[in-house]
């Protein structure tokens, strides 16, 4: 990510959020992003996942620049190459656990059947819930079905809003345990945040403030 | 499958060309869009119901049209058979001998002899009519002969008759018939058979026997009624004409059906642009439908799309879904459409028989060709309704997810974007109207566009209303309709469709019924002038609708009577087409209860009286382009002679015109058997009931009259007036239910997605009887101001439909009656639908916890 700025028209008066930001990152690496509210956090995210576009700036993943893309081409790209986790888990709610998680593999033409996804399942000790439905999962559940669903097709890249922001301590940190987990078999995760003990379990943090990105050391 | 992606560099950006999602991807797509329905299958019952009742309204109208329209050809089939031309003598018959001289001539060998009447069937009191033929020849022209092969079998059977269905009379049993003050048992013989050799379930109507009883019982031995022939060319049907006498008309029989079938095209284009009416007030249930389902389905939409399915993929869905949604609707609507038009086939069919033609109710029938339209304008409708929702549905981005509500920050988008539609429909629409020339359809698509314009501004003059009304309601109407108000107005995106279909419906409603009260109005003005007798009497003896010389010489000694008027009413076919002509032997002052519209004030009198001079009625003359001076070229007994035209008059009798002939010029050029009606004015003080018994009990009286006073005529007028606009009051009705249904819809969605804010209104302590009530008071004030909105819009509906429609469809022109309490009824009518719809939406919370609308949160 190159001199990437974005400025919001509110109400007539323009906000820059983003302002010449440079930021660079490798497989591996898990980037807890805090900041105060409003400082451009999940604004910083929707860029990397192609959902919005700079209004300077270049963003490049694994070649690819995405500011150069039309919304089709950022969407294939965020079809095979990005993984998304919100803060709400956003699961399809007419979708059991595996179809939920089958979704991702589908659309990616990769294999997609029971014996992929429910090793995955007994790993993070959630295959009794295999058919059930998101309604009927607890909070911390959900989000880590979500988890596994932003990382089962293996995307370069994992970007993470606030994931532990609608759970308890408790299960937020099974979330994040779960999140490192991920990262650690070879995806970037980039993960925005509020919380200070989810932001201990990355390797690298940044602050975003007055629109600028600083890497603390 | 794995996804293709070509890439072109544009604009400084890479479009992607191709891609594909595999099959899977899309199976799991359509499971989803599914089981989501499936949950909550209300709002796709409502799709699917907005497409029935468009569709239905379409196929009702078309298949009770074409029902109508297949009985009376099946009819002239029956009746006519192959044949191709007529030939026809007055109401006396024709001279059989001019049958044996044609068969002589040699000729014309595909001819044969009919005798018809009308006649009473004793055992089911109904009319029929007894058709009798020549079994010898007429398979010349009924090409398997309506008695078939069985007829040899009634050799030997006195007074045979043959029926169209022996499960009704078995053959042995016995009919007694009535004609003309005579009776006759026949006995049933067979049945009358179809082209094809079966029994003709259709022939409801026709009875048939030999040639030769049907003339001795009709009191016509050496009569026909007609002759029918099937010529093979135009040069024959000129060799037959020089052939025959000229006191007898040959009769092309193809231009007789298509004129016959002409005359109720306007009928059927008006209930047909009804039927349209109803689709497009469907179409919007179909946007704000669509609209609501996309909304209520936004958050999954953005969920798919931040997994990865692109704009293209999700619209491709929802248009499979609604594509799915359309097909199920036809299918009912064709269903639900058949079943209307057995509710409508009747008024349609009397409304025919009233204004045209006589037809028989018969049987309905659901043509391929209707099948085919309603399909294509279901497609259509849907396709056009559900566009526009689907393809901002494609672009939902996903950081809608972070957010709560969308669509509201629109609503004054919405109508603002709806300005400019509305005022390019309404211009559009008058423009096409004043050069639409005589263009019954595109004038009805200008009319459509004149009336949708208006409709579609309903929106922004709903905001601006509510704004301007917002701070006044604060301070006298209370909170709840401050709150109902302000709801309004942050709630168009939602209700803003649903407004503009009410206003659609009711305008559209309030036009047609004003419309029609001027024309009632006018009819009931022109009654009173045209109809200044005291007694109307006609003879209804079938086989003697003629009064005699003898029962005229009797009826001028009764006391009592000041002066008796006579008339006749004989159907021509003339250069110009086929029309009535109308006979009059009236008095000097019943002369002037005619309107004279052209020359204006003119006194026509004496000139009436004069050879050679015809009145005509505003229809014929607007139908014709004929004005006053010109020549009518009639056929008479004289050959064809020319009559002047000395004076245009408004009527009401006939929409394809008349012609009014003096007695005396009627006498001279066209043979007649005498007048079919008399008027009476009475002395002042005569006792109605009984100057009806003395007319009765006249010796020469036929043996069975009708006679009405001049108010029992007059309602009857009326009603039958009434009874022809039924069917329009049907799909008046129909329009206003779908568009109440689209409120109730709306309100619902409305409800469904404010249920969190209800629930935190409970919390903070607001009633649920506050609630509920503002709940109706908003869909209370919506429908009142689309009510109001529609005022303008009908009375300009009104203005259109009696201007530039009527006298196209019907060639006459009416006075504008607005009557006050229509225009409150409409109002009422629109408040009330609306009000009625709140009721649901305002149980459904009243129903809802507060913790279930808080968790929603």
Redesign the interface.
């Given at each position: 990510m190159a001199g990437i700025s974005r400025v919001f028209d509110d109400a007539n008066t323009p906000r820059t959020v983003l302002d010449n930001v440079d930021f660079t990152a490798n497989s591996g690496d898990l980037v807890a992003i805090t900041g105060p509210s409003g400082s451009g956090k999940?604004t910083f995210l929707?860029m990397l996942?192609g959902?919005?576009i700079p209004d300077r700036g270049r963003i490049v993943i694994n070649g690819t620049d995405l500011t150069?893309?039309?919304?089709?081409?950022r969407?294939?790209f965020?079809?095979?190459h990005i993984g998304?986790v919100?803060q709400?888990f956003?699961?399809?709610?007419?979708?059991n656990v595996i179809?939920n998680l089958?979704?991702?593999l589908?659309?990616?033409?990769l294999k997609?059947d029971d014996s992929v996804i429910l090793p995955l399942l007994e790993r993070f000790g959630l295959e009794h819930q295999a058919y059930s439905y998101p309604d009927l999962l607890s909070g911390g559940e959900q989000q880590r079905v979500a988890v596994i669903?932003a990382a089962i097709h293996k995307p370069s890249l994992i970007l993470a809003d606030e994931p532990t922001g609608n759970l308890d301590d408790c299960q937020g940190h099974v979330v994040l345990d779960l999140i490192r987990q991920v990262s650690s078999d070879g995806s970037c995760v980039i993960m925005a945040t509020h919380s200070q003990s989810a932001s201990e379990y990355a390797n690298r943090h940044c602050t975003i403030k007055n629109g600028r990105l600083h890497e603390d050391s | 499958?794995?996804?293709g992606?070509a890439?072109s560099?544009m604009a400084?950006?890479?479009?992607?060309r191709k891609?594909e999602?595999?099959n899977?991807?899309t199976a799991?797509l359509l499971?989803?869009f599914l089981?989501?329905q499936k949950?909550s299958p209300g709002p796709l019952l409502l799709t699917v119901l907005s497409v029935t009742i468009g569709v239905a309204a379409i196929v009702g109208v078309d298949i009770t049209s074409h029902s109508a329209l297949s009985e009376f050809e099946r009819a002239n089939r029956l009746s006519s058979g192959l044949a191709t031309h007529q030939v026809v003598g007055d109401a006396t018959g024709l001279d059989e001998n001019i049958y044996a001289a044609i068969r002589l001539d040699g000729r014309f060998p595909n001819t044969a002899p009919i005798v018809q009447a009308e006649v009473q069937v004793h055992e089911d009191g109904q009319a029929w009519q007894l058709l009798g033929i020549d079994p010898l020849s007429d398979y010349r022209i009924r090409e398997s002969a309506l008695l078939g092969d069985k007829y040899t079998e009634q050799i030997g059977i006195a007074w045979p008759i043959h029926v169209p269905n022996t499960e009704t009379w078995p053959i042995g049993s016995t009919l007694t018939l009535y004609y003309g003050g005579r009776q006759q048992e026949f006995t049933v013989a067979g049945e009358v058979f179809d082209e094809s050799g079966q029994s003709d379930m259709h022939a409801e109507g026709f009875l048939v026997t030999d040639i030769m009883w049907a003339q001795a019982f009709l009191n016509r031995v050496g009569l026909l009624t007609r002759i029918d022939f099937r010529l093979d060319s135009e040069v024959d049907s000129h060799t037959l004409q020089i052939l025959l006498p000229d006191s007898v008309r040959l009769i092309d029989l193809q231009t007789r059906h298509t004129a016959q079938k002409d005359m109720t095209r306007a009928f059927r284009t008006n209930l047909a642009a009804l039927g349209y009416l109803t689709l497009l007030v469907a179409m919007f249930l179909i946007y704000s439908s669509t609209v609501f389902q996309i909304a209520r389905r936004r958050?999954?939409l953005s969920?798919?799309?931040?997994?990865?399915?692109?704009?293209?993929e999700i619209a491709r869905m929802l248009g499979t879904e609604l594509s799915i949604i359309a097909l199920s609707g036809i299918s009912m609507g064709i269903g639900l459409g058949y079943l209307l038009s057995t509710l409508m086939l009747g008024l349609v069919t009397d409304t025919i028989n009233i204004l045209y033609f006589d037809v028989a109710h018969g049987t309905l029938e659901l043509p391929t060709e209707t099948i085919l339209k309603s399909v294509v304008m279901g497609f259509l409708g849907t396709a056009i309704a559900g566009a526009v929702p689907i393809r901002e549905a494609g672009h939902v981005?996903?950081?809608t997810?972070?957010k709560r509500t969308l669509e509201e920050g629109k609503a004054l988008m919405l109508s603002r974007k709806m300005l400019p539609v509305a005022i390019g429909c309404f211009g559009l629409g008058a423009l096409i109207l004043m050069f639409s020339g005589q263009s019954l359809a595109i004038a009805f698509a200008g009319l459509f566009l004149l009336v949708l314009g208006p409709a579609a501004g309903t929106p922004w003059l709903i905001y601006h209303i509510c704004r301007f009304l917002g701070p006044l309601a604060g301070g006298t109407l209370g909170l709840v309709a401050k709150t109902a108000i302000i709801n309004i107005r942050s709630h168009l995106s939602r209700t803003g469709i649903s407004a503009i279909a009410l206003s659609l419906a009711v305008s559209a409603s309030l036009g047609v019924a004003l419309m029609v009260d001027s024309f009632r109005y006018s009819v009931d003005n022109w009654i009173s002038h045209y109809m200044r007798s005291d007694l109307y009497v006609v003879s209804t003896m079938p086989g003697e609708p003629y009064f005699s010389e003898s029962f005229r010489a009797e009826v001028a000694t009764v006391d009592g009577i000041q002066s008796t008027g006579y008339s006749t009413r004989i159907s021509i076919q003339s250069e110009l087409g086929l029309h009535d002509l109308l006979a009059m032997d009236i008095s000097p002052s019943s002369f002037h209860g005619f309107m004279i519209l052209s020359p204006p004030g003119a006194d026509l009198w004496d000139r009436f009286n004069q050879s050679r001079t015809v009145l005509i009625t505003e229809s014929f003359a607007n139908r014709h382009d004929i004005s006053v001076g010109d020549d009518i070229r009639l056929p008479t007994t004289q050959g064809e002679v020319s009559f002047e035209v000395i004076g245009i008059y408004l009527d009401y009798s006939s929409e394809h015109g008349l012609l009014t002939l003096s007695w005396n010029n009627f006498d001279r050029y066209f043979p007649n058997s005498g007048p079919t009606t008399a008027s009476m004015m009475l002395d002042p003080g005569v006792i109605l009931s009984d100057m009806k018994q003395a007319i009765g009990n006249l010796e020469a009286a036929p043996e069975q009259l009708l006679i009405r006073s001049n108010r029992e005529l007059r309602e009857q007028i009326l009603n039958i007036f009434d009874r022809t606009f039924e069917v329009t009051d049907i799909l008046r009705w129909l329009t206003v239910l779908v568009a109440m249904t689209g409120m109730i819809f709306s309100l619902v969605a409305l409800q469904l997605e404010r249920s969190s804010l209800n629930a935190k209104l409970k919390a903070v302590g607001f009633s649920r009887v506050q609630l509920a009530m503002q709940i109706i008071a908003e869909a209370s004030i919506t429908g009142f101001l689309a009510g109001l909105i529609a005022i303008p819009v009908g009375l300009m509906l009104c203005l259109s439909l009696i201007e530039v429609i009527n006298v196209r469809s019907f060639g006459w022109t009416m006075m504008t009656h607005i009557d006050p309490m229509l225009v409150l009824a409409a109002v009422g009518i629109s408040t009330l639908s609306a009000t009625a719809a709140g009721i649901y939406p305002a149980m459904r919370m009243w129903r809802t916890p507060i913790t279930a609308g808080l968790r929603d949160e």
């Open positions: 999940s929707h996942g959902i919005d150069s893309l039309d919304e089709t081409g969407t294939l965020r079809r095979k998304l919100f709400f956003n699961l399809i709610p007419t979708l179809e089958r979704l991702p589908e659309l990616c033409s997609s669903r | 499958m794995p996804t992606i890439r560099r400084g950006s890479t479009k992607i891609f999602v595999s899977s991807a799991t499971k989803i089981r989501e949950k958050n999954l969920q798919l799309r931040a997994i990865g399915y692109t704009h293209h981005t996903v950081q997810l972070s």
